[in-house]
């Protein structure tokens, strides 16, 4: 039987189950004109309030990706989009169902990231379930894409729930965005500049030591498999230095990065990588 839930502007068709919390549960849909997206519903209507936030924070980081973008065009046409629209989901649209017990729906899109959802992948999949490591060129730009992101979002004033689960990489792409922003609050200028940059280290570390599991290494130590691509342990250092929490600029330390990255490997595509773990 086909399942649709109508908004105020338009019908969705309702597929499978995706998953759930205690707060929300996630299904496949299809636009009016066929592309595929995710609905996101909360499971009750006292959860309508973390919805809609998220429609708001999600709107906000569009509005800043938007003008960037456009100041970014005007200033160096020739460059190209820089890319910041990749980093979380397009907001459809947000609103209340009657037909769903007045609860909050989320239309979500992905496209920015990828034609099809199956595209991507939870980084921490590729331990668990794939029982792969990232060779170091490959960890490259899932650390330089999540430090770049989250300069993007302290720009808007807005944290970030860094975990394994919620940061999906398009490997083919090399896309890397937060699929869930429900946790997601908004930086108040009220605390100050240690109380946020106390919250910049704590992404900054998350980010790193997500990374580092990805590269097979031990996220408490830092130290990594050995690799042919290494030579001693300045790669490894540098991303202990990240996950230690001491480091609170995401912008700097973008800059820091791939200044040594540069240094020690020539810049140029390297695809996704992956070696089974020992």
């Given amino acids: 039987m086909n399942i649709t839930v109508t908004s105020p502007t338009a019908t969705y068709a309702v597929g499978e189950r995706l998953g759930s919390t205690d707060r929300f549960a996630l299904y496949a849909c299809t636009l009016p004109d066929g592309t595929p997206c995710i609905l996101k519903i909360a499971s009750a209507r006292e959860h309508n309030g973390t919805l809609e936030r998220e429609a708001y924070i999600l709107h906000l980081l569009r509005e800043r990706a938007d003008s960037?973008?456009?100041q970014a065009a005007d200033a160096e046409p020739?460059?190209?989009e820089l890319g910041y629209r990749k980093f979380f989901p397009t907001l459809i649209e947000s609103f209340t169902a009657p037909d769903q017990?007045?609860?909050?729906?989320?239309?979500?899109?992905?496209?920015?990231?990828c034609k099809e959802l199956g595209e991507l992948v939870p980084i921490q999949h590729l331990a668990s379930r794939e029982h792969v490591r990232?060779?170091?060129?490959?960890s490259v730009w899932i650390i330089g894409?999540?430090?770049?992101?989250?300069d993007f979002t302290r720009l808007v004033g807005v944290t970030t729930d860094i975990n394994g689960e919620n940061i999906l990489l398009n490997r083919d792409k090399h896309v890397v965005l937060i699929f869930d922003w429900s946790k997601s609050s908004l930086i108040s200028m009220m605390d100050g500049p240690t109380e946020r940059s106390k919250i910049a280290g704590v992404e900054i570390s998350?980010?790193?030591k997500e990374v580092i599991l990805a590269l097979g290494g031990d996220p408490e130590t830092g130290i990594l498999p050995k690799d042919s691509q290494l030579e001693g342990n300045?790669?490894?250092q540098l991303l202990t230095s990240l996950a230690s929490g001491e480091v609170t600029d995401p912008g700097k330390a973008h800059e820091k990065f791939y200044t040594y990255v540069r240094s020690v490997w020539p810049s140029k595509y390297h695809p996704f990588t992956a070696h089974p773990v020992d």
Avoid: C, W
């Fill in 206 to 208: 998350q980010a790193a």
């Fill in 234 to 236: 300045h790669y490894e």
């Fill in 101 to 113: 017990g007045n609860r909050q729906v989320l239309i979500l899109s992905f496209a920015e990231a």
């Fill in 134 to 138: 990232v060779d170091p060129k490959t």
């Fill in 78 to 80: 020739e460059k190209g």
């Fill in 68 to 70: 960037i973008e456009a």
């Fill in 145 to 150: 894409k999540l430090l770049k992101m989250l």
